[in-house]
């Protein structure tokens, strides 16, 4: 019997016929507002912490006096904005609609940010929603609640060793108004792309990211008065100091006991989420966890990139450029282009895929800490880059190497896979991360499905802050032929794609 993440994705696979028959005119007015809205007598404003001025948050004819840049809002209004803050505006006829430092299938902004603090000199303990229209705080909750989310999260080190941390949670129908059941799939995509931004910026504030993926799932969510069937918490990010994190010994992810499954409404985002639920007594550890990820093509030619100096300045600047590209040329990129990109979406991870082949770095980049998205298999579709044959390549993160999978033009494939879309057509790579579905059930039960969208979400975001800094275009692709893929990358069934990056030149 199929497990329900096989059963999810499966009913939410596009091809052809599938996208025919559903296609419909989009209601605007139904569109749900992208902003949450709380009646809260505290807000905090943080605009006057932010490290540049005017900001498009100041009123008419106001001038703010700066706040302490040292102070802990200071740290905070930088994180929350360089994370998912208003960093651009498209206008229309008679309205406008703002961007963010994270980009979003569709521009529909699913995920909401709360920040849990204690021991402020700012802020009274308590949690908080990000207002991201006025980059604000809002008062959720008084009170210290990291007892709470230590036990919320089989007491994870990096929360007690934290004063703040970031809880980020999904509305559905933000997502879903447009993409129906497959937007689930973006809400964590998108999810994983916010959390790009913590994970590259937060070293600027001194601050260790830790995702945390295994918690109490009801216990989180009613700790933010949610309504599990509309908003929902997907992840923890605790931020210990640099000098806290470096002794944290991490524990092993956790895997969910199979329990019963498979109802009417399996193939539902809301089932999906919630047959993943943990609770007090349905977990254990993982065994399975950070072991070297095997040679997959052993027989292939094997291109090793070169190493790319890890020189990274100016993170925030490179967050605030940061745009989907619209149009690409065609023209090449460079292979030191594409192996910096590499490099940097999965650096976090080096460690732990193959100590051997960590290089001396500054601890600034070193984010051994992370989890290991040892699920995702990632892939690059070569069209146009300097001294690399054009065709299909298979990524080895650990050893920063290219395996051959298949070799030609299949430009024309991935246009149409990619469901026409011209930046499929006009790019010089794509990176496409897959993975063994069944396999990654089997190791964290059907909770596996959140975290693979996560940590490809993730390291989209890396990829798309990389490409920015080296001017190059880059967009991310949610839609996609899901067989069609598999037959083009030569996969087995069992395998699913989970997302695609273009990268290119802008056009
Ligand atoms: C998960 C995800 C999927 C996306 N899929 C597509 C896509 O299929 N086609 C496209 O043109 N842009 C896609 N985008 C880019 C968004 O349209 C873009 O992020 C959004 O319009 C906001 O613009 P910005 O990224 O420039 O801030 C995707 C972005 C994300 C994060």
Not at 215 to 225: G, M
Request: charged share 20%; aromatic share 10%; with cysteine.
């Amino acid at each position: 019997m199929l497990s329900t993440a096989e059963n999810y994705h499966e009913a939410t696979k596009y091809t052809e016929e599938s996208l025919s028959q559903t296609a419909k005119q989009l209601d605007m007015s139904q569109q749900p507002s992208p902003f949450k809205e709380f009646v809260s007598s505290t807000r905090i404003r943080m605009a006057p912490y932010l490290p540049f001025s005017p900001t498009p948050f100041d009123q008419e004819g106001e001038s703010l006096e700066k706040g302490d840049p040292a102070s802990d809002l200071g740290k905070i209004s930088r994180l929350l904005y360089f994370t998912n803050g208003i960093t651009g505006v498209i206008q229309y006829p008679g309205a406008a609609h703002a961007l963010r430092a994270a980009p979003s299938a569709g521009a529909l902004y699913p995920t909401e940010i709360y920040l849990v603090c204690r021991n402020s000199e700012d802020l009274a303990d308590g949690i908080y929603n990000y207002q991201i229209a006025d980059h604000s705080l809002v008062l959720v909750c008084e009170g210290n609640h990291f007892s709470d989310l230590s036990a919320y999260s089989f007491n994870h080190p990096a929360v007690e060793a934290s004063q703040f941390i970031l809880l980020l949670t999904g509305i559905y129908q933000r997502s879903a108004w447009r993409y129906e059941q497959r937007a689930y799939r973006r809400i964590l995509l998108d999810t994983g792309h916010v959390l790009g931004n913590i994970t590259s910026y937060a070293a600027e504030e001194k601050l260790a990211a830790h995702p945390i993926y295994d918690f109490h799932d009801e216990a989180i969510n009613q700790l933010l008065f949610l309504n599990d069937e509309e908003e929902v918490c997907q992840l923890l990010v605790a931020l210990p100091p640099f000098d806290r994190a470096e002794r944290l010994s991490l524990p092993p992810r956790r895997v969910i006991q199979p329990g019963p499954q498979d109802e009417e409404d399996a193939a539902t985002m809301i089932a999906l989420q919630k047959s993943g639920y943990f609770n007090e007594g349905n977990s254990q550890p993982a065994t399975a966890t950070a072991e070297a990820m095997e040679v997959k093509y052993p027989t292939a030619a094997v291109m090793t990139l070169e190493q790319p100096e890890l020189v990274w300045s100016g993170i925030a600047q490179t967050i605030v450029r940061r745009r989907s590209t619209r149009k690409y040329s065609g023209d090449e990129i460079g292979a030191n282009q594409l192996s910096l990109l590499l490099w940097h979406a999965y650096q976090p991870f080096r460690a732990a895929l193959n100590p051997d082949a960590v290089p001396e770095v500054e601890p600034m980049h070193t984010n051994d800490w992370l989890c290991l998205p040892c699920d995702l298999e990632t892939y690059v579709v070569v069209h146009n880059v300097t001294n690399v044959l054009a065709g299909i390549y298979h990524y080895e993160p650990g050893a920063h190497t290219l395996r051959t999978v298949r070799m030609g033009d299949f430009v024309r494939e991935t246009w149409h896979i990619c469901l026409g879309q011209e930046l499929a057509r006009d790019a010089s790579a794509m990176i496409v991360h897959t993975a063994d579905l069944p396999k990654a059930i089997e190791r964290y039960g059907n909770r596996a499905y959140r975290s693979l969208h996560l940590d490809a979400g993730h390291l989209g975001e890396r990829l798309n802050l990389a490409a920015v800094g080296v001017g190059l275009g880059v967009s991310g692709i949610g839609g996609f032929f899901d067989d069609e893929v598999n037959e083009t990358l030569s996969l087995d069934r069992d395998y699913i794609t989970v997302y695609i990056t273009t990268i290119g030149q802008p056009a």
